[in-house]
């Protein structure tokens, strides 16, 4: 799995990093992507964070 941000679309709401912590981190305007490509043993939260971004800038990719 990998995860892909698109830094135009997004506004550093915050609401990935309040699903996936270890992977996300909300900066003022955008968010910073910890790791890209995370284990398997993250999907959920993963696919929550993508699920609740407001702006839609947040989606797996598989590998």
């Given amino acids: 799995?990998?995860?892909?941000v698109d830094l135009d679309l997004c506004q550093g709401h915050g609401m990935c990093e309040m699903e996936a912590p270890d992977l996300f981190e909300a900066e003022?305007?955008?968010v910073k992507l910890?790791?890209?490509q995370p284990?398997?043993?993250h999907l959920a939260d993963v696919e929550r964070a993508v699920r609740y971004c407001p702006t839609q800038a947040l989606r797996i990719v598989e590998e």
């Avoid at 799995?1 to 892909?4: L, Q, R, T």
């Fill in 34 to 36: 910890l790791d890209s």
């Fill in 39 to 41: 284990d398997s043993s």
């Fill in 28 to 30: 003022r305007e955008s």
């Fill in 1 to 4: 799995m990998k995860i892909e």
